[in-house]
Structures are given as structure tokens and as C-alpha cells.
T-cell receptor, first 113, second 120 residues
Framework: DQQVKQNSPSLSVQEGRISILNCDYTNSMFDYFLWYKKYPAEGPTFLIS?????DKNEDGRFTVFLNKSAKHLSLHIVPSQPGDSAVYFC????????????FGKGTSLLVTP | NAGVMQNPRHLVRRRGQEARLRCSPMKGHSHVYWYRQLPEEGLKFMVYLQKENIIDESGMPKERFSAEFPKEGPSILRIQQVVRGDSAAYFC??????????????????FGPGTRLTVL
């Protein structure tokens, strides 16, 4: 029962262009959303988060957009850099479940020079 | 300023043996979460602990798996009588705040490097 879905397993973008990673969720109780970046053989690294009371949060080159009515969020990286190449996981949590994170399966981003 | 530490990084066990995975949270963090990642899958929540308390173990298999977070020392995830299907990467995360803290602010979870368990 996958409550968080990342339908694109991989994405390739040219350096300097925008990377857009998408995520959909099914549980309307989710009220907090996070993006993590993961390199092989390492743990996920927290990137950026957004609560359900907002529709946008920006941190440097990273912006997360939340569309609650569509149960959809996206991560924008601009400009993309080769060092951004990694697997990106979308995660969601609900206050009612004590902040246990529900993860998508990840999108592998490749930024080419 | 050490992050979340996990050991061992790699663990090999034969079927029927016990596996013990350790996690030391970040300094100042009193909430620990364990996740498991099977090949080609995302991370799946297993258990959420605060010092000396299991808060939510809804993701833990009913048998063979147990977790603790004692007053002193690391959190431990214990798998008894391991089977091949237990082979996975096990990640620990910690956070400063949590449900029982009564905080209305949200908590970011910071992950350790993981323990890769291989069952032969």
C-alpha cells in the first residue's frame, strides 16, 4: 500500500537547466512533506520540507511546491549542477502517526555537463 | 558535531543467527526512528522510540524483531533467527522533537549511514 508515489524512476537534465521531481500522495492526513537526497551506500540527507499550511518553500536553489487539492508536490532545482546527481526521495508524515515518514521509491536524477 | 552514527556498517549473518544493529542519535536528539530499505524500494518505517519508550512499532514485523532505546547507550534493533528476506539496508534517524515533546513545530529527521545486513 504505497501512500507516497514517485512515478518517474529516473530523470536526466543538462547542467544549468531546471530539474523538476514530482511526488503524489494518497493519504489526506499527511500534513508535512520532506525531500531527501541519497547517494549510494549513504543515508538520506535532508534537503527541504514544507508543511501543509504553505504552498511553497524555497531554500537557495531548491524550491518545493505543494498542491493539496491535487495531493501533489514537486521539487525544483535550478540551476541544476552535476553534484546534484543522486536519488531523491519524497516523504510525508502525519501528526497523528507521530511523524513516522512514509517514503516514495525515489527518482534517480542525473545532471549531465 | 557528529551526526547519527550506526554500526556496524556491514553485517553478514547465516540463517538462524541473531543480528544486532546499533544507532547513536545526534547530540541533543532524544527521538529515534528505524527504517528498512529493501532492494529497489523506498524506506519503510519500522519503529519510533524515545528514551526508554517505544512510541510506535506499527511497522515492525510481529515476530523476531525488537527495538530498544535505553536511558544510557545507543538504540538497538535486534533481529532473531534471521532469514534471507531480512537482507536489507537498515537506517536509523533521529530528531530533536517528536510527538510526546508536545511541540507543535515539525521535526526533521536526520539519518545515519545505514547498516547493510546480508543473510547467507
Amino acid at each position: 500500500d504505497q501512500q507516497v508515489k514517485q512515478n518517474s524512476p529516473s530523470l536526466s537534465v543538462q547542467e544549468g537547466r531546471i530539474s523538476i521531481l514530482n511526488c503524489d500522495y494518497t493519504n489526506s492526513m499527511f500534513d508535512y512533506f520532506l525531500w531527501y537526497k541519497k547517494y549510494p551506500a549513504e543515508g538520506p540527507t535532508f534537503l527541504i520540507s514544507i508543511s501543509s499550511i504553505k504552498d511553497k518553500n524555497e531554500d537557495g536553489r531548491f524550491t518545493v511546491f505543494l498542491n493539496k487539492s491535487a495531493k501533489h508536490l514537486s521539487l525544483h532545482i535550478v540551476p541544476s549542477q552535476p553534484g546534484d546527481s543522486a536519488v531523491y526521495f519524497c516523504a510525508a508524515s502525519a501528526f497523528s502517526s507521530g511523524y513516522a515518514l512514509n517514503f516514495g521509491k525515489g527518482t534517480s536524477l542525473l545532471v549531465t555537463p | 558535531n557528529a551526526g547519527v552514527m550506526q554500526n556496524p556498517r556491514h553485517l553478514v549473518r547465516r540463517r538462524g543467527q541473531e543480528a544486532r544493529l546499533r544507532c547513536s542519535p545526534m547530540k541533543g536528539h532524544s527521538h529515534v526512528y528505524w527504517y528498512r530499505q529493501l532492494p529497489e524500494e523506498g524506506l519503510k518505517f519500522m519503529v519510533y522510540l524515545q528514551k526508554e519508550n517505544i512510541i510506535d512499532e506499527s511497522g515492525m514485523p510481529k515476530e523476531r524483531f525488537s527495538a530498544e532505546f535505553p536511558k544510557e547507550g545507543p538504540s538497538i534493533l535486534r533481529i532473531q533467527q534471521v532469514v534471507r528476506g531480512d537482507s536489507a539496508a537498515y537506517f536509523c534517524a533521529s530528531s530533536k522533537n517528536g510527538l510526546l515533546a508536545g511541540q507543535s513545530s515539525y521535526n526533521e529527521q536526520f539519518f545515519g549511514p545505514g547498516t547493510r545486513l546480508t543473510v547467507l
